[in-house]
C-alpha cells in the first residue's frame, strides 16, 4: 500500500501537536532558531515533547545556529531527529551524533543537485520552496517537476502546501514524505483543526487513488 509520510511543522501548542498526532502524522517539527516566527521555547518544546505519544516522531529545526545552543535544545527536548535549513556542512550536522534531515533550497532557480550530493550521511533530504539563506515556513512553493524522481536518500517535499494542492503536488513529484507549516495555520505557530484535517485527508487520497491507478 502507498503510504506518503506526513510532517507537520512549526508547533508551538501543545494542543496543535496532539491534534496532529491523532490526525495520523508521522512527525512533529518545531522550530529553534531565533530568527523564525514560528521559534518555540526549549521549556514549552519539553512539555509538548511529553505530550507527543509512541511512534510520533519529534523533530527540532535548526538554520545555522551555535552548537552549544543546539546542544542545550537535545539535552532537554530530546528530539528523535535534527533538521538543519541553513548553510550547515556534513561535519556541522553529524557532530551532535544524531539523525539528521539537511534542507535544500529549490527557490529562484536554485541548482539543488550540489547539494542534494553533499550529505550522504543525511537521513533524508528536505526540499524547500524558499530561497538559498531565506528562512522556511514561508508558504513558498517551486516548480515540482525538478524534484529527483530517484535518490539514495528519501525526498520530502515542502513548500507552498496545502489540502488544495498536496495531491497534485504528490502526483507530480512522487515523494516519500511531505512537510507543511503555514498550509495548516491560522497564524505562524498556530494551527487550524480543519486544515490539518484536510490536509491528511488529501493525502490519504491521493495515496488511495496511487493504488487503484
Known amino acids: 500500500m502507498t503510504r506518503t509520510r506526513v510532517k507537520f ?13 491523532e490526525l495520523g502524522v508521522d512527525a512533529i517539527g518545531m522550530v529553534f532558531t531565533p530568527r523564525s ?16 505519544p509512541p511512534f510520533v516522531d519529534v523533530v527540532a529545526l535548526f538554520m545555522d545556529d ?13 528530539p528523535d531527529l535534527l533538521q538543519f535549513h541553513g548553510s ?3 561535519a556541522d550536522c553529524t557532530r551532535y551524533g544524531r539523525r539528521y534531515l539537511k534542507a535544500v533550497a529549490m527557490g529562484e532557480g536554485a541548482d539543488a543537485a550540489s ?16 530561497a538559498p539563506g531565506a528562512v522556511g515556513g514561508s508558504g513558498q512553493r517551486f516548480d515540482w517537476s525538478r524534484m ?33 507549516a503555514s498550509g ?30
Request: charged share 25%; proline share 5%.
Open 184 to 213: 495548516i495555520e491560522s497564524s505562524p505557530g498556530v494551527k487550524d483543526a480543519a486544515k490539518m484535517h484536510a490536509f491528511m485527508q488529501a493525502v490519504r487520497t491521493v495515496d488511495r487513488k496511487r493504488d487503484e491507478a
Open 148 to 180: 529527483p524522481r530517484r535518490h539514495a536518500q528519501p525526498l520530502i517535499l515542502a513548500g507552498g502546501l496545502s489540502s488544495e494542492n498536496v495531491g497534485d503536488a504528490i502526483a507530480a513529484a512522487r515523494p516519500w514524505g511531505v512537510d507543511v
Open 66 to 78: 551555535d552548537p552549544v545552543y543546539v546542544q542545550s535544545v537535545i539535552e532537554a527536548v530530546r
Open 9 to 21: 511543522c512549526g508547533m508551538t501548542r501543545v494542543a496543535d501537536a496532539v491534534a496532529a498526532a
Open 115 to 130: 547539494a542534494l550530493s553533499a550529505h550522504p550521511r543525511a537521513s533524508g533530504l528536505l526540499l524547500d520552496g524558499h
Open 37 to 52: 516566527r514560528r521559534c518555540v521555547a526549549i521549556a514549552q518544546a519539553k512539555v509538548m515533547r511529553e505530550a507527543v
Open 88 to 90: 550547515e556542512t556534513v
